[in-house]
């Protein structure tokens, strides 16, 4: 359970990111975190796994965010970020599987055995000892995804998990993300995908909610999207999105 | 006529993807089967580091006796099925500069050692080829490590012989960002030549917001970089999943090269084979 009370973040005084905000996730749900350019979506990301600090309280299983707990809130939270080449550091696909499971203190072979199992149940197994900056984009970000389930979080957290993707690729990572069991937080501007993927979304601006409950309310809502700068998906706009 | 076919026939391939290729084509071979390469890295980087330090060692007079340490790269060439002339190619920028390393000694060390006929050759002539050869032998000892071992295996083995852990990453991280910065660089560069036709290079005016923004762009993915590792638990601590074990064929692999390197250096074996057919 994931649970944002009354934050509060600025990069600079005076010029809030985040302002007064508060939701609960439970555990299983998927949720898309949209809004437009600078609404704080991906601020929230980085408040909630302790990159940034702010005021507030933000809990994760009971457990509030602090340098204390860390760790283990980091070990609960696997985040894929936006830019795979940033998240993929390691050589190969396989070195960089093994790196979480290895730093939380899985042994070699307990640790192969889980990449293995992750890139098989991916259908990625013929990445494994490919060279990461020898992989196409596609292929770049199931594995950073690969990377992060090979830590077996409880939440997986995504940034704009389905950017500069082709519509194949992009099938490919959507049909993977519903695939997962794990509570699920995706922030993206692919409101299709998020429809696909979430059954909750929490549409911000300027650091606020603006609304938050069922995508298929939500998205449908074009009134209420296009006053945050935002257009309805492409599937429920019938072609006629930005008209 | 094609949109880009003016800038394409002015730049043919962006140097920048050259070299990203070119940095490919090492995986490629640090990749291939082959005994040498199926050695464990710790006893490739030991054989190499020994290979150089006894090349090192040879006095700057002793070029027939640095001639025979040819023969150790050249068999690894032929183990390994590495092609000898890629090697000078991928070595072409650097040595020339080995290369010049003694060129001025022929203008110091004047005096004759030796006489080839009635020709007479100088001491600084005979430093000048010592030294260049050192500098090929050396470069040529380096080239086939890392052709023959992928770095991440070489990244362990220097763990393994507890080289300093934050070089080692280092090592390891610039070896995987050179590539991403590099094709950072290629993307910049198109899209100065797309704006600036018929120009050959970069303009020295241009040279300081190029090194800025690959700089800024660096920084931003260093600090990306480092929140994804501390992310999956990264402690100060880096584990290489590819640490190959050290068997005994490695050993006896490590000890038969180096002692053949000492007796290399410590027996004149061109002198004692030359004595053989001249009296």
Redesign the interface.
Known sequence: MIEFQHVNFAYEPGRPVIADLSFRIEDGEAVGLIGANGAGKSTVM?LL?G?LQGEGKILVDGRPVNRDSL?EI??K???V?Q?S???M????V??DM???P???GLS?EE??RRVDGVLERLGLTELK?R????ISGGEKRMAAIA?ILA?EPEAVLMDEPTSALDPYNRRIVINTIRSLPQTKLITSHDLDMILDTCQRVILMSKGEIVADGPAGVILRDRALLEAQRMELPLSLSGGQAGR | MPLFSAYQRACPMNKMQKALRE??EM?DLA?RQSPIHSLSPTAKLLTTIAYIAVVVSFGKYQLSGLIVMVLWPVLLFQISGIPVGLCFYKLRIVLPLVMAVGLFNPLFDRAPMLYLGSLPVSGGAFSMLTLMLKGVLCLMASFLLMATT???SLCASLRRLHVPGLLVTLL??T???V??MTEELAVMTDAYHLRAPGQRGIHVSAWGSFLGQLLLRSMD?AQ??Y?????????DHF?????KPFTVRDGAYAAGCIAAFLLLRLVPAARLLGSLFVR
């Open positions: 980085k796994l990159l760790g980091r070990r939270l696997g985040f970020l830019n080449d940033n998240q550091f390691m050589p190969t396989y070195e093994m790196f979480a290895l730093n939380y070699r640790a192969e000892h060279h990461n900056h020898r990377t830590m | 940095l490919g995986d990749a992928p770095i991440d390891l991280l070896y995987r960002y590539g991403v993915r990306e970089l929140g994804s590792m501390l992310l999956r638990g990264y402690h584990h290489y999943a590819l640490m």
